[in-house]
């Protein structure tokens, strides 16, 4: 799986848009960009994944580079129950002997401040 | 409701005295797996299953059996714990049939060996 590089840290006001990037310059053709978060030391949640085209959902929209080496994470409009932290992960979506396997790097912790 | 399960919550126990963690999901997942994390060193692998009867070491496997012997159940066993297996510890599913994208977790078990 290719590595990814996160900032530790960033912040946010309520109510604004909280972007956060990811590096991946040794991205595959076939791997995904995914993004899980982590609340307070509960269990990971899913947000979003994409490919090469941009993503969006309920929760958050991803922004892909043409040249797939880097993405955005975007939480249109943060609360402060999007504190969190934040991983990016790049992966094959299915096959091989790692199949499954998510490779959690140190994410960047997200503050929403009131 | 869509979820992965795992009791109990909290444990603390003391070294050497054996027991078992358990994980089910009921959403007829084939693939699940248990991770642990640890401050500074994030979520690690620690055994997968791509369906029942079929297991596999993870990263860091030493210390820790499992088995999987219905589809739903996927138990976490240690024999014999010792306290650096003091964790926070995460049970994940995840559909195999379909190219799949979304890992569900559980809500974490956290263990302290003393």
């Known amino acids: 799986d290719a590595k990814t590089t996160q900032p530790p840290s960033m912040d946010c006001a309520e109510g604004r848009a909280a972007n956060l990037p990811c590096n991946h310059s040794?991205?595959?053709?076939?791997?995904?960009v995914y993004w899980y978060r982590q609340i307070h030391s509960q269990g990971p949640q899913y947000i979003i994944h994409g490919l090469k085209n941009n993503e969006t959902n309920e929760m958050a929209s991803l922004i892909i580079t043409e040249d797939r080496k880097s993405s955005t994470l975007i939480l249109p409009h943060a609360t402060l129950r999007d504190t969190a932290v934040y991983y990016c992960i790049v992966r094959v979506a299915a096959g091989g002997t790692s199949y499954g396997k998510l490779t959690f790097g140190q994410g960047t912790i997200l503050t929403v401040h009131p | 409701e869509a979820q992965v399960t795992q009791n109990p919550r909290y444990l603390i126990t003391v070294t050497g005295k054996k027991l078992t963690v358990t994980c089910s999901q009921n959403m007829n997942h084939e693939y699940m797996s248990w991770y642990r994390q640890d401050p500074g060193l994030g979520l690690r692998q620690i055994y997968y299953s791509m369906n029942v009867e079929v297991t596999d070491k993870g990263d860091v496997p030493e210390g820790y059996k499992v088995s999987r012997k219905e589809k739903r159940n996927f138990p976490l066993i240690l024999e014999s714990p010792s306290p650096n297996q003091t964790s926070l510890y995460f049970c994940a599913s995840q559909i195999t049939r379909t190219p799949s994208y979304e890992q569900y977790f559980g809500p974490g078990t956290r263990l302290t060996v003393t």
């Open positions: 040794t991205i595959s053709g076939n791997e995904y």
